[in-house]
């Protein structure tokens, strides 16, 4: 079944152009075929959760979207630009308007966290370091970190302020689109939960559209508007969490039903605070 027929019938009427829109992508790594005819929208403002068994490609996915890896077939359409149709210089300029958090927060250890998120401001926003440095500042505060932490170093800091940092950096330049790859790996439910909150406040306040990549079950529940099920090299289904749980498919009736889905189901039902807007 295709992406089309999925669509929600919300999605039917009158949408603003998706953020993303992924045509017949195909993947490889030799004979090693990962994607093939995958297509796969973005819609823009909404937090999309990509999951899907290890080795589905979800990583690969959001590396060729993002530039780390060139696709060997299909387009990747980003923002109603072809990606594929432009030159490096437009191709980079492009580029700046997306975030990206990878799963290590990849923060540089020598620096502090204001020196971390100035960074790109002094690189791509060509700003002084002066004005880099109070700008990160406010980033920093954004996320939810206090002023103290903007000259505390990433070795000193627990893995959830990390996780905040590594997200104050991606916002940096003020992203159209923000990529996350696992963002609550590595954190307790709680800095997990906190976490989740966080990017939908900020969603909601800043109206970026979000391409999430997890194996978190709550953070499905908590932050997703839809879900995409990567297998058998394409999109199985991209919809809403109900509506991609009642899927009749192996893998997916595991993951949603068995004991970890039932308790992330469970914990959202009764959580007052943490569903995001439809
Ligand atoms: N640079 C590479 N060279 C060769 N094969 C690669 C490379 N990167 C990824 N692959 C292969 O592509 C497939 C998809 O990898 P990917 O990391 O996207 O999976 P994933 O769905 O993100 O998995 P996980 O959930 O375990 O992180 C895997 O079989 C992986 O071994």
């Not at 992406?3 to 992924?22: G, L, Y």
């Not at 689109?177 to 590595?186: M, R, S, V």
């Not at 809403?240 to 039902?269: C, K, L, M």
Request: hydrophobic letters at 40%; proline letters at 4%.
């Amino acid at each position: 079944m295709s992406n089309e027929d999925h669509k929600t019938s919300s999605q039917d009427n009158a949408q603003p152009a998706p953020a993303i829109k992924v045509r017949n992508l195909e993947n490889r790594f030799g004979d090693h075929v990962v994607h093939e005819s995958l297509d796969l929208d973005l819609l823009s403002g909404e937090i999309l959760g990509v999951v899907g068994g290890s080795g589905t490609g979800k990583s690969v996915l959001l590396r060729s979207i993002v530039g780390l890896k060139r696709p060997n077939g299909g387009s990747v359409e980003v923002l109603g630009t072809n990606l594929s149709e432009l030159n490096d210089k437009e191709r980079s300029q492009i580029e700046r308007r997306f975030g990206v958090l990878f799963q290590q927060g990849a923060l540089f250890s020598s620096l502090n966290l204001q020196e971390n998120v100035a960074l790109p401001l002094i690189e791509h926003a060509k700003l002084a370091r002066e004005d880099a440095e109070r700008l990160a500042r406010v980033k920093l505060s954004l996320v939810g970190l206090e002023p103290e932490a903007a000259l505390q170093y990433p070795d000193s800091l627990s893995g959830g302020m990390i996780k905040r940092a590594a997200l104050a950096r991606a916002l940096a330049l003020d992203p159209d689109i923000l990529f996350l790859d696992e963002p609550t790996a590595g954190l307790d439910p709680i800095g997990a939960a906190a976490f989740d909150q966080l990017l939908v406040t900020l969603r909601d306040a800043l109206g970026f559209s979000v391409f999430l990549v997890t194996h978190d079950l709550d953070t499905l529940y908590a932050a997703c508007d839809r879900v995409a099920v990567l297998s058998q090299k394409r999109v199985l289904v991209v919809d809403t969490i109900d509506n991609v749980a009642q899927t009749d498919d192996e893998w997916i009736q595991d993951y949603f039903h068995g004991p970890r889905g039932r308790a992330a189901e469970q914990s959202a039902a009764t959580s007052s605070t943490s569903k995001p807007k439809e």
